[in-house]
C-alpha cells in the first residue's frame, strides 16, 4: 500500500515540475532554424504530409490559419503546406504556447494523437525526449509491487471510467497489457495524471 502512495506521488511530484512551464535541457523549445532538421526527420521516418493539417491543428495551430496556408499554397502542394504550417508552429504562432511549445516532445505527443504512431516512436528513439512524467512512470512501472497494487486495489476501475485503459478487468496475465495501456494514455497525455 506504501509503494502506491510513494508511485502516485511521484507522478504527483512530476506534474508539478510539468507544470512550471520550464523546460530541461533536453526540451528545450526548437525555434525556425530547425524547420529543416524536423522536415527531414518526418520525411525519413514515413509522415503522411497529407495529415498536415490534423498535426498542426493538434499542435496548436488555429484552423483560420490552417485555412490560410492552404489557401496560399494551394498550388505547391501538401509539403508546403507543411512546410509553412511548421514554421508557423516553430514562430510560436496561435495556441502552440499553451500545448507545449516547439518542442521534439510536443511534435511527438501530437504525431500520436493522430495516430503516426511508428513515425513518432521513431522521431522519439532519435531525440530521446520524453516527457518527464512517461520518464517517472517508466522509472516505476516495473516495480512488482506497483503492478501488484495496481492490479489488487481497485485502481483498474478508475482508470477505466477516466478512460485511461480501455477495459475495466484485468486478469494478471494481462498485466503487461494493462501497464502497456497506463504508460501509452499517460506519455499521449500527461494532463491524465490529474486522475490521480
Not at 518542442?103 to 504512431?117: A, C, E, M, N, P
Amino acid at each position: 500500500m506504501m509503494m502506491t502512495f510513494q508511485f502516485f506521488l511521484l507522478i504527483a511530484l512530476s506534474f508539478k515540475v510539468v507544470s512550471t512551464n520550464t523546460l530541461p535541457p533536453n526540451r528545450e523549445c526548437l525555434d525556425i532554424t530547425n524547420l529543416d532538421e524536423i522536415l527531414q526527420a518526418l520525411e525519413k521516418q514515413n509522415f503522411e504530409v497529407a495529415r498536415w493539417r490534423d498535426l498542426c491543428l493538434v499542435l496548436g495551430i488555429y484552423i483560420p490559419t490552417l485555412n490560410g496556408i492552404e489557401a496560399t499554397n494551394q498550388h505547391h502542394g501538401v509539403d508546403r503546406c507543411l512546410q509553412e504550417c511548421l514554421s508557423s508552429w516553430l514562430s510560436k504562432a496561435d495556441k502552440v504556447k499553451q500545448k507545449g511549445g516547439p518542442t521534439w516532445h510536443s511534435l511527438i505527443v501530437g504525431l500520436k494523437r493522430i495516430d503516426q504512431i511508428a513515425t513518432a516512436d521513431k522521431i522519439n528513439g532519435i531525440h530521446k525526449n520524453k516527457h518527464p512524467a512517461c520518464e517517472i512512470l517508466d522509472q516505476h512501472i516495473s516495480d512488482p509491487t506497483v503492478q501488484k497494487n495496481l492490479l489488487s486495489l481497485g485502481i483498474i476501475y478508475l482508470l477505466h471510467a477516466e478512460k485511461i485503459v480501455t477495459k475495466g478487468v484485468w486478469s494478471s496475465e494481462e498485466l503487461e497489457l494493462l501497464l502497456n495501456d497506463v504508460q501509452n494514455a499517460v506519455c499521449r497525455n500527461y494532463q491524465l495524471l490529474k486522475t490521480f
